[in-house]
């Protein structure tokens, strides 16, 4: 089965400090893909940041890395020099080369960003 | 550009009651996908569409759900008889086929309320 576990419910952090969000997946599969998606209070999904499981490059989008460890299946989201608007519910989701745009989401890591 | 646009942002009725939930994608794109969310049960995929044809409904919970995409600008998930358990957030999101493997973009969902 392929499952996607987010083990931190909630994270907090102060403005312009780095933090760190937790993901980790279950697949079978070779050929696969790996998002993580922002879910602000007005509730809008918004994606972030997407990793094709074939490079071994970490892909970067500004202050948002991931830290991908193939072998260990953990795709972790680095948010550096974070802003009061990074605060939001962010979902670590997976799909697999076979169905690419059907998602299976973890359960979310609600971020409060500290003034 | 407009986004995905969902219809109504929240509905509140009775048990029993008939809902429809409305959603139109953004114009080209040729997937769409209803999610639920709730506390419970996180995000869910409900069905998708693929060029107005329906590719995958086994999220669907029971006869209770359908959705119809009859043309490529409008979608509708109903609920007849609708029940307490359905409160959630429905979510209506679109893509352009496998452009970009799971970048979905999602509408501001409807929030449900069965009393």
């Known amino acids: 089965a392929q499952t996607v576990t987010q083990s931190q419910p909630e994270m907090s952090v102060q403005e312009a400090e780095t933090v760190t969000l937790s993901c980790t997946y279950d697949?079978?599969?070779?050929?696969?893909?790996l998002f993580w998606y922002k879910q602000p209070p007005s509730r809008q999904m918004i994606l972030v940041i997407r990793?094709?499981?074939?490079?071994?490059q970490n892909a970067t989008e500004n202050r948002f890395s991931v830290n991908f460890q193939k072998a260990a299946k953990s795709f972790s989201l680095k948010i550096s020099d974070s802003q009061l608007g990074d605060a939001a519910m962010y979902f670590c989701?997976?799909?697999?080369?076979?169905?690419?745009?059907?998602?299976?989401f973890g359960t979310g890591t609600l971020l409060a960003v500290q003034p | 550009d407009a986004g995905v646009i969902q219809s109504p942002r929240h509905e509140v009725t009775e048990m029993g009651q008939e809902v429809t939930l409305r959603c139109k994608p953004i114009?080209?794109?040729?997937?769409l996908f209803w999610y639920r969310q709730t506390m419970m049960r996180g995000l869910e995929l409900l069905i998708y569409?693929?060029?107005?044809?329906?590719?995958?409904d086994s999220g669907m919970p029971e006869d209770r759900f359908s959705a119809k995409m009859p043309n490529a600008s409008f979608s509708t998930l109903k609920i007849q008889p609708s029940e307490p358990r359905d409160s959630a957030v429905y979510f209506c999101?679109?893509?352009?086929?496998?452009?970009?493997?799971?970048?979905?973009?999602f509408g501001e969902g409807s929030r449900l309320t069965v009393l």
């Open positions: 999101a679109s893509t352009l086929g496998d452009y970009r493997a799971g970048e979905l973009f």
């Open positions: 697949t079978s599969e070779s050929d696969y893909y």
């Open positions: 990793q094709e499981a074939y490079k071994q």
């Open positions: 989701a997976y799909c697999y080369g076979g169905a690419t745009n059907k998602l299976i």
């Open positions: 114009s080209g794109h040729n997937s």
């Open positions: 569409f693929n060029n107005n044809v329906p590719i995958d």
